[in-house]
């Protein structure tokens, strides 16, 4: 299985100035195995995603095919063949 991953552009430098990742699965994976196998490719790029606990940063938004992962399961949010994961961190201003 195959899954998606869209990165927003101030990610794309911590994973090669990539804008689409692609990852294969065995069928019944999780957000969180999507990201472990992330990291395993490009370590900066975790480092932006996930805390020193391995939670997901609360300043960076999941989204499971356009659904806010928060919403459904965390990082434990089921991922199926297919599926488009996009990762857009928050943006504030003042």
């Given at each position: 299985?195959?899954?998606?991953?869209?990165?927003?552009?101030?990610?794309?430098?911590?994973?090669?100035?990539?804008?689409?990742?692609?990852v294969d699965f065995a069928a019944g994976a999780t957000l969180g195995a999507?990201?472990?196998?992330?990291?395993?490719?490009?370590?900066?790029?975790?480092r932006r995603?996930?805390?020193?606990?391995?939670?997901?940063?609360?300043?960076?938004?999941?989204?499971?095919?356009?659904e806010e992962c928060r919403r459904l399961d965390g990082a434990e949010t089921p991922v199926g063949p297919g599926v488009e994961i996009q990762i857009i961190p928050s943006v504030a201003g003042g």
């Open positions: 299985m195959r899954v998606v991953v869209l990165l927003a552009g101030v990610l794309r430098p911590s994973a090669d100035g990539k804008s689409r990742l692609e999507v990201l472990d196998r992330l990291a395993e490719r490009y370590p900066a790029l975790d995603l996930r805390d020193e606990h391995g939670g997901l940063r609360r300043y960076v938004n999941f989204y499971v095919d356009g």
